[in-house]
């Protein structure tokens, strides 16, 4: 029997096993199962899986998923100016936040005397030219890093780092809470904005932690802002994209929000042609006048106990649909009970006799 040669080089003092080199999930953009690459437009909404829109004041930001990438990459986050707000009031925001679990930074050390520094990398397109700022921050926004990018030239793909050094202060959340956010800033009001760059700094609730920006996003109407291959890495030198399987992506965001739907299809959508995500056959006390139940177990194990939400085979919510022999009565009342981490029961108990009990279902434990 022969031995396999193991080539020097891999045993050097510089080789490692990256594992999970880059802490943000979905930093491609690949993974929308909310939206199936539909627009959003809301104060506080996630366009794709794990990156929040966030914005406060008199303008109104529109998100979506797009094919517009650079190479190597096929899809980024769009973000369009749809209302615009022409004067920024001292509370005014406008961002995009991704928070990292806790688990998933705790070997950094943040807040103690072995802190590791880390670099986030990025690429973006945007209509317009200027500075830009970037946050990298605690839970609840008492330490922060405020640095900046410039857009050089606008409507073309830019690659972007940002080097944080480590800080051995704060307190930093190393369980399933929020254990480090990053929020791309578009344009903040008075009250935000003004902090010294690149240096950490302590802060309350986020006042005064966002450098200043120069671009003109918000006061033009049509403005866009294109952003993806986001990676932040332990270390000072930003490496390629941290390329998943898909699959191993897409269950990275399962663990804070899941669907039964099909991944091209939006919750709550009526009579869709896949099947109907659960069907019960059988169970609790079906074909009786009393009470039909179900268990759902989760795809994998949620960041904590899920926010569900059903959905009936039209659509409604908060519903589920009997079926006795074949035909479906929908809009029936449905209750979601012992709800945890793996799995939640759902029951109805309207006096009706049926064969199925049939329901779509999300649920949501984002930090």
């Known amino acids: 029997m022969s031995l396999t040669t193991v080539d020097q080089g891999l045993l050097g003092p510089q080789a490692q096993y990256t594992g999970f080199k880059n802490r943000i999930i979905n930093g491609a953009m690949m993974i929308d199962q909310r939206n199936a690459g539909a627009s959003v437009t809301a104060p506080v909404t996630f366009p794709v899986d794990r990156f929040v829109q966030e914005f406060a004041g008199g303008g109104v930001l529109t998100s979506q998923q797009s094919t517009d990438a ?19 009031a001292a509370g005014d925001y406008y961002q995009l936040t991704h928070n990292i679990e806790g688990y998933n930074v705790a ?120 952003i993806t291959g986001v990676q932040l890495e332990k270390g000072s030198t930003a490496t390629s994209f941290d390329y998943r399987p898909y699959g191993t992506e897409l269950a990275l965001c399962q663990r804070y929000y899941t669907k039964s739907y099909d991944m091209g299809v ?59 022999v074949g035909s479906y009565t929908n809009n029936q009342a449905a209750s979601v009970y012992n709800g945890g981490e793996r799995s939640f029961g759902v029951f109805i108990n309207n006096g009706v006799s049926c064969a199925t009990l049939a329901f779509f279902y999300t649920a949501s434990a984002e930090l």
């Open 70 to 88: 650079p190479s190597g990459f096929t899809n980024s986050l769009k973000t369009t100016v749809t209302t615009v707000d022409s004067s920024i």
């Open 107 to 226: 070997d950094f050390n943040l807040g103690s005397a072995n802190a590791s520094g880390f670099i986030v990398s990025f690429w973006v397109k945007a209509s317009q030219t200027g500075t830009y700022s970037v946050a990298l921050s605690n839970s609840d926004g008492s330490r922060c890093y405020p640095s900046t990018f410039t857009i050089n030239s606008a409507n073309t793909w830019e690659y972007k780092t940002i080097t944080v050094p480590a800080t051995t202060a704060g307190t930093w959340l190393t369980t399933n809470g929020k254990g480090l956010s990053l929020r791309i800033g578009f344009v903040y009001g008075s009250s935000f904005n003004g902090a010294t760059v690149n240096t950490w700094g302590t802060f309350s609730v986020f006042a005064n932690s966002f450098a200043t920006t120069t671009n003109n996003m918000m006061g033009t109407s049509g403005a866009t802002f294109y």
């Open 266 to 324: 939006v919750p709550s959508t009526a009579n869709p042609t896949n099947n109907y995500g659960l069907i019960s056959g059988s169970v609790g006390a079906a074909n009786s006048t009393s009470l039909k139940s179900v268990t759902v177990v989760y795809p994998v194990p949620m960041r904590t106990q899920g926010t569900v939400t059903l959905y009936d085979i039209a659509g409604n919510i908060n519903k589920a649909s009997n079926d006795n």
